[in-house]
């Protein structure tokens, strides 16, 4: 039986490594007894410990701060799994996912799906974000966790990988940095957390599966057009990456990715707003959201565009011998 007087342990919440938390024990005992945004500059202390954690936890300890009611949990390394296969039982009795809109009697099952999910993410090496909000007699002492699978490590040893992980095949005119990749990818992600936190479950009941593939490539725009904002908001001469990326997501089509082919929505994000100085996470997810608005096709001409690619994709697979 699970014992929860190991589980609230340092050695366990160690383990657990929570990003912006866990890896710098002084910043868990300021964000974890936030009431409000932050109105203190951090001490010197906390500071010094801030600039040791990697890029990517400061990025989302940037985040925690902004949002005092969310907690960040980044997955990453051996001990993913083991901390994944006890997470439901961190998150409490009640505990329930707030990425699809569901009745309360698929609660658990969802639960359940939500976890497998993550673990195909962990396996695959994969990016991903997923909210959660926060049961009873939880260890968690926010009110909701938003669990991200991103291991820096293969980023640190191949300089190519972000271009890599975004093409099958690459030339030097192409690459993009990884540290770049990392940081966009990251705003991605946690846009998915913040979404569902400030505006509900993006993804609705449905029994049909192109109208859920749909909602699935508007929540993905709107993350990119968020990323794209908070990159040009944070990143000196942003457009340079912005727009081979933005390239990047259009060749998605080439692996039936129709979810990721978000290249407009990125070029309308970089040139609607050239200089819109700094703004708050709501302003940013509510200009996202206008800006996939301005653009996105109506659900009828996206049936149309994926059923074209399907039948473009078959005849490429029966000419070339490939699959899809």
């Known amino acids: 039986m699970f014992n929860r007087s190991i589980v609230k342990s340092s050695q366990l919440i160690a383990l657990i490594n929570l990003a912006l938390l866990l890896t710098t024990p002084l910043l868990s005992q300021e964000l974890s007894h936030a009431k409000g945004p932050l109105k203190q500059p951090l001490s010197a202390h906390d500071q010094s410990a801030l600039s040791a954690a990697e890029p990517i936890d400061r990025q989302l300890a940037k985040y925690a701060r902004q949002v005092p009611e969310m907690g960040f949990l980044r997955l990453y390394g051996d001990k993913a799994a083991n901390i994944l296969s006890q997470l439901p039982e961190l998150l409490g ?21 939500q976890m497998y999910r993550i673990g195909l993410m962990l396996d ?72 569902a936190y400030f505006n509900g479950p993006p993804i609705k009941k449905t029994q049909s599966q192109v109208v859920n593939h749909y909602q699935q490539y508007i929540n993905e725009a709107r993350a990119d057009a968020f990323s794209t904002l908070t990159f040009k908001q944070n990143v000196k001469n942003p457009n340079h990456f912005l727009n081979i990326f933005a390239a990047m997501r259009t060749l998605s089509v080439l692996n039936l990715d129709l ?23 709501e302003t940013l997810i509510d200009m996202s959201r206008e800006l996939v608005n301005d653009i996105i096709p109506s659900y009828e001409v996206y049936g149309i565009r994926l059923a074209s690619t399907i039948q473009m994709l078959k005849q490429r697979d029966d000419k070339y011998g490939t699959h899809l």
């Open 93 to 113: 009795d009640g505990a329930m996912n707030m990425d699809y809109e569901h009745n309360t009697s698929v609660r658990n099952t969802l639960m359940e799906l």
């Open 124 to 195: 695959k090496d994969l990016p991903s974000a997923t909210l959660f909000k926060v049961g009873d007699d939880s260890v968690f002492e926010h009110k909701y966790l938003c669990v991200i699978t991103l291991d820096l490590t293969p980023y640190k040893q191949t300089p190519s990988y972000a271009t890599q992980f975004m093409l099958s095949g690459y030339n030097d005119s192409v690459l993009i940095e990884n540290d770049a990749f990392l940081k966009f990818t990251v705003d991605h992600e946690v846009f998915h957390c913040l979404d």
């Open 259 to 281: 979810q990721h082919f978000t290249g407009d929505v990125i070029r309308h994000s970089i040139n609607t707003f050239q200089d819109f100085g700094i703004q708050s996470i």
